[in-house]
């Protein structure tokens, strides 16, 4: 229990006042718990025969008394033990338990109406006392020089009235500080005499009781302790009215915003920041700030005792300094969906958080658990270990992360990070499909996630689909794509650069695309016969005979499954190793066509690619400034994503969806692509549709919803997950509930079984 400084109260300090009221608040509480206790007990004495169902309310509000001793660690693990031994005997109890009820009522009602009322006076008496000295000192600050007389006269009014104020201050302290000192020994021994009245009274309960004799020993001697301890407090309280004098004392606090640079804490940090709102105004408050517990909050100076929580978890977040502030000593604090300006008062405070909020973010990270990355190099490889986590995914509703992790660095150029070469990365931007160290995590997070989707491999859940993705592209893939012109003299972002070299770096390679490989009709000539034509090949789903047809045949194999685009000269080659089982589409590696290279644009180039499900083609088309929204002309005015769809192709339409895709376009029917998918009877693209919040309500210029396609065609599967996308909606939008969670479940079983079906058309 926090004592009240003499010192604090002597003087009237605000600190005083708020240490008051906050005493004064939990008597009110533990007299409310208490007044609660009470009442249930009485009820459970007129209730009789339905005494048993009283005892479990009576032990129900034990609990939120217990809310009082929060801070008590003894205390709670006492209380809790006592509750729980009334919860086992509640199974014996058949009779009424008067004398023990009584000594509860007695006991309790005694306390409240004695003690706590006692303490109301005393406050009574204080606020009085309080009132007559601003009073005195009130008149005695208008006598004029002109009255000496009277100054005088004022002067020991005020100095009586001070004197009677501390004495009552002092009073008012004591009985606080002893009503909250006796609370526990009062409540604990009024609940002992409970327990031994049950083991008095009640033989079937002393196989139990048996059991509680060292606990009631043991808390016996806590409530002997207590009570001497208290009778220790009560004297040394009572010597303190001898510090009382008519002089004025002052205190001096020390400068607490400056931080202490002695202080090596890193995980927990204090001190005033000025922090800039989000609304129009921008406007600056100050406020305390906390770094502890993998959190960063702030409350205000007066006011409140409540924290509000910036960020609930440090792991997510990056800081940096704000460069573009107008402000001095000010620096950023980034999350997912966020950003946050902070100001410091000083250079030594500035660098002291930055420095703090970085080890904070690396120490929450560090807590979270500790990853086992053994990287392992090869295509051949990652596919077995993915097809083989597959399998053992199939009976599971999650991936988990330490799989996750040890698979995906096998991917090519995964083992390192994609844009400064750290090894053993943590994080994933899944619409780019790379991995990334926390480092560039961070600069990837502020670019917004309209450029990049930041996750962590280590602590988020991976949906299976998004997995397919990860496998499809990787690091080799996109560098390969993003990296393809850089300069000889542009500086890349390396282990250990400077922050400033890491986010110009990111920002020219993803925002400004300075570096990307241009398409053929830029970099070849025309003239050459070899370089009119282009193909975008189907990418062909690999079986259980992908090990041999890789050892017997590695040149066809390379043939059939990669983009071509020109010929011997110019031609580019991106491996694109499926891990699509759930497509719809052949084994034959049929091209998708062919077309005069002089036609060649990035938007045609992704509507076919998205035909083909061949991501690293996709990754080129939108690198390459591709609108994913496009709409064909010659095709009803369909876009990439009704092609992935036709394609029935899971992973390609996660990748369109993650870049931004329209998941609710309408074509030139009216058909959106979840009415297309339903209508192909693709039954995981509906899955994956209405996982991403597609609206099943659209309908064509027919007036057709999918639902009803769905049902016309008997199509079971797709009628479920439809029908349990409205029950989601009405009862989430009801008042009766929230079906949110269930609705989940659901979807995340139909992907499991439908994302990992080798059979599933």
Same mark, same amino acid.
């Given at each position: 229990?926090?004592?009240?400084?003499?010192?604090?109260?002597?003087?009237?300090?605000?600190?005083?006042?708020?240490?008051?009221?906050?005493?004064?608040?939990?008597?009110?509480?533990?007299?409310?718990?208490?007044?609660?206790?009470?009442?249930?007990?009485?009820?459970?004495?007129?209730?009789?025969?339905?005494?048993?169902?009283?005892?479990?309310?009576?032990?129900?509000?034990?609990?939120?008394?217990?809310?009082?001793?929060?801070?008590?660690?003894?205390?709670?693990?006492?209380?809790?033990?006592?509750?729980?031994?009334?919860?086992?005997?509640?199974?014996?109890?058949?009779?009424?338990?008067?004398?023990?009820?009584?000594?509860?009522?007695?006991?309790?009602?005694?306390?409240?109406?004695?003690?706590?009322?006692?303490?109301?006076?005393?406050?009574?008496?204080?606020?009085?006392?309080?009132?007559?000295?601003?009073?005195?000192?009130?008149?005695?600050?208008?006598?004029?020089?002109?009255?000496?007389?009277?100054?005088?006269?004022?002067?020991?009014?005020?100095?009586?009235?001070?004197?009677?104020?501390?004495?009552?201050?002092?009073?008012?302290?004591?009985?606080?500080?002893?009503?909250?000192?006796?609370?526990?020994?009062?409540?604990?021994?009024?609940?002992?005499?409970?327990?031994?009245?049950?083991?008095?009274?009640?033989?079937?309960?002393?196989?139990?009781?048996?059991?509680?004799?060292?606990?009631?020993?043991?808390?016996?001697?806590?409530?002997?302790?207590?009570?001497?301890? &208290?009778?220790?407090?009560?004297?040394?309280?009572?010597?303190?009215?001898?510090?009382?004098?008519?002089?004025?004392?002052?205190?001096?606090?020390?400068?607490?915003?400056?931080?202490?640079?002695?202080?090596?804490?890193?995980?927990?940090?204090?001190?005033?920041?000025?922090?800039?709102?989000?609304?129009?105004?921008?406007?600056?408050?100050?406020?305390?700030?906390?770094?502890?517990?993998?959190?960063?909050?702030?409350?205000?100076?007066?006011?409140?005792?409540?924290?509000?929580?910036?960020?609930?978890?440090?792991?997510?977040?990056?800081?940096?300094?704000?460069?573009?502030?107008?402000?001095?000593?000010?620096?950023?604090?980034?999350?997912?969906?966020?950003?946050?300006?902070?100001?410091?008062?000083?250079?030594? &405070?500035?660098?002291?958080?930055?420095?703090?909020?970085?080890?904070?973010?690396?120490?929450?990270?560090?807590?979270?658990?500790? #990853?086992?990355?053994?990287?392992?190099?090869?295509?051949?490889?990652?596919?077995?270990?993915?097809?083989?986590?597959?399998?053992?995914?199939?009976?599971?509703?999650?991936?988990?992360?330490?799989?996750?992790?040890?698979?995906?660095?096998?991917?090519?150029?995964?083992?390192?990070?994609?844009?400064?070469?750290?090894?053993?990365?943590?994080?994933?931007?899944?619409?780019?499909?790379?991995?990334?160290?926390?480092?560039?995590?961070?600069?990837? #997070?502020?670019?917004?996630?309209?450029?990049?989707?930041?996750?962590?491999?280590?602590?988020?859940?991976?949906?299976?689909?998004?997995?397919?993705?990860?496998?499809?592209?990787?690091?080799?893939?996109?560098?390969?794509?993003?990296?393809?012109?850089?300069?000889?003299?542009?500086?890349?972002?390396? &282990?250990?650069?400077?922050?400033?070299?890491?986010?110009?770096?990111? #920002?020219?390679?993803?925002?400004?695309?300075?570096?990307?490989?241009?398409?053929?009709?830029?970099?070849?000539?025309?003239?050459?016969?070899?370089?009119?034509?282009?193909?975008?090949?189907?990418?062909?789903?690999?079986?259980?005979?992908?090990?041999?047809?890789?050892?017997?045949?590695?040149?066809?194999?390379?043939?059939?499954?990669?983009?071509?685009?020109?010929?011997?000269?110019?031609?580019?080659?991106?491996?694109?190793?499926?891990?699509?089982?759930?497509?719809?589409?052949?084994?034959?590696?049929?091209?998708?066509?062919?077309?005069?290279?002089?036609?060649?644009?990035?938007?045609?180039?992704?509507?076919?690619?998205?035909?083909?499900?061949?991501?690293?083609?996709?990754?080129?088309?939108?690198?390459?400034?591709?609108?994913?929204?496009?709409?064909?002309?010659?095709?009803?005015?369909?876009?990439?994503?009704?092609?992935?769809?036709?394609?029935?192709?899971?992973? &390609?339409?996660?990748?369109?969806?993650?870049?931004?895709?329209?998941?609710?376009?309408?074509?030139?029917?009216?058909?959106?692509?979840?009415?297309?998918?339903?209508?192909?009877?693709?039954?995981?693209?509906?899955?994956?549709?209405?996982?991403?919040?597609?609206?099943?309500?659209?309908?064509?210029?027919?007036?057709?919803?999918?639902?009803?396609?769905?049902?016309?065609?008997?199509?079971?599967?797709?009628?479920?997950?439809?029908?349990?996308?409205?029950?989601?909606?009405?009862?989430?939008?009801?008042?009766?509930?929230?079906?949110?969670?269930?609705?989940?479940?659901?979807?995340?079983?139909?992907?499991?079984?439908?994302?990992?079906?080798?059979?599933?058309?």
């Amino acid at each position: 229990m926090q004592t009240i400084s003499v010192s604090d109260c002597l003087q009237d300090s605000p600190k005083f006042r708020n240490q008051l009221e906050r005493h004064e608040s939990n008597i009110d509480l533990l007299e409310h718990r208490l007044e609660k206790v009470v009442k249930v007990c009485s009820l459970m004495i007129d209730s009789g025969k339905t005494y048993v169902s009283q005892q479990s309310l009576f032990a129900n509000s034990l609990w939120e008394m217990g809310l009082c001793f929060r801070d008590d660690t003894s205390s709670t693990k006492n209380l809790n033990k006592i509750i729980h031994a009334l919860q086992e005997m509640n199974k014996f109890l058949t009779t009424f338990l008067d004398q023990a009820s009584r000594t509860v009522l007695n006991n309790l009602t005694v306390f409240v109406k004695e003690d706590i009322k006692a303490s109301k006076e005393s406050k009574h008496t204080f606020e009085k006392a309080a009132s007559e000295l601003d009073g005195a000192l009130l008149r005695n600050s208008q006598i004029l020089k002109s009255r000496p007389n009277e100054a005088d006269e004022l002067m020991s009014q005020v100095a009586s009235a001070r004197i009677a104020f501390r004495h009552a201050a002092l009073d008012h302290v004591h009985c606080i500080t002893m009503l909250l000192a006796r609370k526990k020994p009062e409540i604990f021994s009024t609940l002992l005499s409970y327990i031994q009245a049950w083991s008095t009274y009640f033989h079937h309960g002393y196989t139990l009781t048996e059991d509680l004799q060292d606990f009631i020993q043991n808390l016996n001697e806590e409530v002997e302790v207590m009570i001497i301890e &208290a009778g220790k407090m009560e004297k040394q309280l009572g010597e303190h009215h001898k510090l009382v004098n008519s002089n004025d004392t002052v205190m001096i606090n020390g400068d607490d915003n400056e931080i202490n640079a002695k202080d090596k804490e890193v995980s927990r940090i204090e001190g005033y920041l000025y922090k800039r709102t989000s609304n129009a105004f921008k406007t600056w408050n100050r406020r305390w700030f906390y770094l502890k517990n993998n959190q960063l909050a702030y409350r205000k100076r007066s006011g409140e005792d409540l924290f509000t929580v910036m960020e609930e978890d440090l792991r997510l977040c990056s800081v940096k300094p704000a460069y573009d502030a107008e402000r001095r000593f000010c620096f950023e604090v980034l999350s997912p969906t966020k950003s946050h300006i902070l100001q410091a008062d000083s250079e030594h &405070a500035y660098k002291s958080w930055i420095e703090a909020l970085q080890q904070g973010i690396g120490a929450a990270i560090q807590q979270s658990g500790q #990853r086992n990355t053994s990287p392992l190099g090869g295509n051949n490889q990652f596919l077995n270990d993915f097809n083989s986590l597959n399998n053992r995914l199939s009976n599971s509703s999650k991936l988990k992360k330490s799989k996750t992790l040890e698979v995906l660095i096998k991917i090519a150029g995964n083992e390192k990070c994609c844009d400064c070469k750290a090894p053993n990365p943590s994080w994933a931007s899944i619409n780019l499909a790379i991995t990334l160290c926390i480092e560039c995590s961070g600069v990837h #997070r502020s670019l917004g996630v309209h450029y990049s989707k930041v996750r962590s491999l280590t602590l988020d859940d991976w949906e299976p689909e998004i997995l397919k993705v990860l496998a499809e592209v990787g690091n080799a893939v996109v560098n390969d794509v993003y990296e393809y012109n850089v300069p000889s003299n542009v500086v890349r972002a390396s &282990a250990k650069c400077q922050d400033s070299v890491r986010e110009q770096w990111i #920002r020219k390679k993803y925002v400004d695309r300075l570096y990307v490989k241009p398409l053929p009709n830029n970099q070849l000539k025309i003239d050459d016969p070899d370089t009119k034509k282009w193909s975008v090949r189907k990418v062909r789903r690999r079986g259980i005979q992908y090990k041999s047809i890789r050892k017997s045949n590695l040149k066809k194999e390379a043939d059939d499954n990669v983009m071509i685009i020109g010929g011997n000269a110019g031609s580019i080659s991106l491996d694109a190793i499926s891990s699509d089982d759930d497509s719809t589409i052949s084994d034959d590696g049929v091209d998708v066509g062919e077309e005069d290279i002089s036609t060649l644009e990035p938007d045609m180039l992704l509507y076919k690619a998205a035909t083909a499900h061949n991501l690293p083609v996709m990754c080129h088309a939108i690198a390459m400034g591709a609108n994913k929204n496009w709409r064909n002309p010659n095709d009803k005015g369909r876009t990439c994503l009704f092609q992935a769809i036709y394609s029935g192709s899971v992973m &390609a339409c996660e990748y369109l969806i993650l870049n931004a895709a329209d998941i609710n376009i309408q074509d030139d029917d009216g058909e959106t692509p979840l009415f297309y998918a339903t209508q192909l009877g693709h039954t995981a693209q509906v899955c994956l549709l209405l996982k991403h919040k597609a609206d099943q309500y659209l309908k064509n210029q027919k007036g057709v919803e999918p639902l009803q396609v769905a049902i016309h065609q008997a199509n079971a599967d797709i009628v479920t997950l439809l029908k349990l996308g409205r029950l989601n909606e009405e009862i989430k939008n009801s008042e009766h509930g929230n079906a949110e969670e269930s609705f989940n479940d659901v979807v995340r079983d139909f992907t499991q079984q439908l994302t990992f079906s080798p059979s599933h058309k």
